[in-house]
């Protein structure tokens, strides 16, 4: 069974400057897919960034970046110069069941920005 | 471009109410359809998925039945509605086994 784990409920960060989330994760795919998204007070789920797990080299979208370590299970993200904008709830996720492209979520970390 | 929409937005319904919300989506062909419920401070729960017309999969039994119409449209219904069925429901789309996109939810409170 596919599981995601994040273990910071809630971090805190000042504006410019950087954060990282985590994220593990168990899948027995063995073709799969990890994201974040992230979800502001309007509650829409928005996609930040995606990683094929194929690939070594780690995902990078603007000021968003993961680190990938598919031994260890482990997927984070990294937020360089932290804006207001990005306080939100943020969820990892994992395909599973092949082509039907079903998500498991983590249970989310609540980020809040200082300015 | 794609989208997707959702309504109501928000839905204030009485227990034992029937439920329709519905889902459509813009812009692609034959896509995977999801249904999920979000409880208040807490994760995404799938609910259902389709990935044709008439071919919907439960992921969790319980009070609600989803139905897909047509190509783009789904259906998430409840012939009578239960305080537990509370909540935030979103729609999201797929092609293949990639990145799902969301719909701007619907805020459902059963009194």
Redesign the interface.
């Known amino acids: 069974a596919q599981t995601v784990t994040q273990s910071q409920p809630e971090m805190s960060v000042q504006e410019a400057e950087t954060v990282t989330l985590s994220c593990t994760y168990d899948t027995s795919e063995s073709d799969y ?1 990890l ?1 974040w ?1 992230k979800q502001p007070p ?6 930040v960034i ?1 990683q094929e797990a194929y690939k070594q080299q780690n995902a990078t979208e603007n000021r968003f970046s993961v680190n990938f370590q598919k031994a260890a299970k482990s997927f984070s993200l990294k937020i360089s110069d932290s804006q207001l904008g990005d306080a939100a709830m943020y ?1 990892c996720a994992t ?1 599973y ?12 970390t609540k980020l809040s920005v200082k300015p | 471009s794609q989208t997707i929409h959702q309504w109501p937005a928000t839905l204030v319904q009485p227990v034992g109410s029937p439920l329709s919300l519905e889902c459509t989506v813009e812009g692609t062909s034959n896509p995977n359809l999801y249904w999920y419920r979000q409880a208040a401070g807490r994760g995404l729960q799938l609910l259902f998925y389709s990935v044709g017309i008439g071919q919907i999969s439960s992921e969790v039994p319980q009070n609600l039945s989803a139905s897909r119409p047509q190509d783009r449209q789904f259906i998430l219904s409840s012939k009578k509605l239960l305080l537990s069925d509370s909540g935030f429901y979103l729609c999201a789309w797929s092609v293949g086994h990639g990145e799902q996109y969301f719909g701007p939810g619907t805020r459902l409170t059963v009194t």
Request: hydrophobic letters at 35%; proline letters at 0%; charged letters at 10%.
């Open positions: 897919y994201f998204y309007s509650r829409q789920m928005i996609l995606r969820f395909n069941g092949g082509s039907q492209g079903n998500l498991i979520f983590g249970k989310g």
